[in-house]
């Protein structure tokens, strides 16, 4: 079996929640729990912290990844969707799984997939963890898929739980409220486990104690504790000031966005409360780890800038409160006219997002070359609706040229609105 055989299966064979949707989302961990039982119980074979949120998740998995690197540990780090190659879902020291290693997934298990037929993100799972069990790594992050109480990343026993900022996504799975959609992402809370909550929601604050209280989990809200202001951005890396009881320093990381404020508290307890478990994380190794967490856990799409003049930026944030920190990140920018190339996916809630949008802006409406991508010419109407003009041009790299040929040397373009459409710029 090739490697193209290998993901060609792994495509066909099993359904794709990030391609075709609600038809491959499956309410419990029955299948993961079967499919870890078949391996041996890969997850129970090595140290792991987890790690769910609406936003900011990805870059604290990456974070804390990197920061472990540093230290000396051999690191796993599961994450998704992937931007461009499948193999960096799974990655050890940032080097992504082997392609030899995902054939020899298929070709030992394909009976059993085809037998259970498990989705797609069950089987990926499965081979993360029989990926890191093999590898004898020291410690993964496990970034939860979608929620937390019923993803098939839940099946782990954390050294600890971070759960990052709560917003409003994917709720026709998750609940319409965001006591709901905490509730289920407050579902990774396991017995006893330390849970740190990166951000302060007064509205869900109760969600997370009295999940935490009733496991007897030791729960802690990383904002109180740690003060982190934005200084500035500049030669590829954002600085911080962070205060923490009597103690202030710099921190500089490679992950640009001043909303990375919003997710080093929870960065920062979690490696606090892993030093106390014994863990060897010294002032050096966190701020190396963080200096180069995108360079040395492969991080592409968070912020990301593709060019200077003009100033092209690619931002994977897709929902309601992702919206309002490009949004307040794209105001720290000078520039003369702003271009937005904007493509969603179908099952996305767009009024609140097409709302904030800025009615001054020109806008090229495409699509992925996925499913579930929403029709170009739809996304145009809804935007009429809220009195965004542009014009639809399907194809993601196509919509792109437009606005570099169009757009002089002071705009400012940006991309996104999909991790699909972020994955297919070609420069990415």
């Given at each position: 079996m090739t490697y193209q055989e290998a993901i060609d299966f792994l495509y066909s064979a099993l359904p794709m929640f990030q391609r075709v949707g609600a038809s491959a989302f499956k309410k419990d961990l029955s299948n993961t729990l079967k499919l870890c039982a078949h391996l041996g119980n890969p997850e129970s074979k090595f140290k792991s912290i987890h790690v769910a949120g609406t936003n900011g998740k990805g870059?604290?998995?990456?974070m804390l990844a990197s920061v472990f690197q540093s230290a000396g540990y051999k690191t796993g780090l599961y994450t998704s969707p992937h931007l461009k190659?499948?193999?960096?879902?799974?990655?050890?020291?940032?080097?992504?799984?082997?392609?030899?290693?995902?054939i020899q997934f298929v070709e030992e298990q394909s009976d059993f997939l085809l037998e259970l037929k498990p989705s797609f993100f069950e089987m990926t799972v499965a081979m993360a963890f029989w990926e890191f069990a093999y590898e004898k790594v020291d410690i993964a992050i496990i970034e939860v898929?979608?929620?937390?109480?019923?993803?098939?990343?839940?099946?782990?026993?954390?050294?600890?739980?971070?759960i990052t900022t709560i917003g409003y996504d994917h709720m026709q799975y998750l609940g319409t409220t965001l006591p709901e959609i905490a509730g289920e992402k407050a579902g990774i809370i396991k017995s006893?486990?330390?849970?740190?909550?990166?951000?302060?929601?007064?509205?869900?604050?109760?969600v997370f104690e009295n999940k935490a209280k009733g496991l007897e989990a030791p729960i802690s809200f990383a904002d109180q504790n740690w003060k982190v202001t934005p200084i500035l951005s500049s030669n590829g890396l954002a600085e911080f000031q962070v205060e923490h009881?009597?103690?202030?320093m710099p921190l500089n990381l490679d992950l640009l966005g001043s909303y990375q404020k919003f997710n080093l508290p929870g960065v920062l307890e979690t490696l606090e409360v892993m030093k106390s478990k014994g863990w060897s994380l010294g002032d050096e190794s966190v701020k190396k780890g963080l200096s180069v967490a995108s360079?040395?856990?492969?991080?592409?799409?968070?912020?990301?800038?593709l060019s200077e003049r003009p100033m092209i930026i690619c931002d994977t944030g897709h929902n309601e409160s992702g919206f309002e920190f490009i949004l307040s990140q794209l105001a720290t920018y000078s520039y003369e006219d702003l271009w937005m190339v904007l493509g969603f996916v179908e099952d996305k809630v767009l009024d609140k997002v097409l709302s904030k949008l800025p009615k001054s802006a020109n806008y090229i409406f495409c699509q992925a070359d996925l499913p579930r991508a929403m029709d170009a010419e739809k996304l145009n109407e809804f935007a009429s609706r809220h009195d965004l003009k542009g014009i639809v041009i399907p194809s993601v790299n196509s919509a792109l040229a437009h606005?570099?040929?169009?757009?002089?040397?002071?705009?400012l373009i940006f991309i996104g609105g999909s991790t699909f459409v972020v994955a297919e710029i070609e420069e990415l």
């Open positions: 870059s604290s998995s990456h190659s499948f193999t960096e879902r799974i990655r050890i020291n940032g080097i992504p799984i082997k392609e030899k290693r995902v898929g979608m929620g937390g109480r019923l993803d098939s990343t839940n099946v782990i026993s954390p050294e600890a739980c971070l006893g486990t330390p849970v740190i909550i990166s951000q302060t929601q007064k509205e869900i604050t109760d009881g009597d103690k202030v360079k040395q856990t492969g991080l592409k799409g968070r912020w990301q800038i606005a570099k040929r169009n757009a002089a040397e002071d705009d």
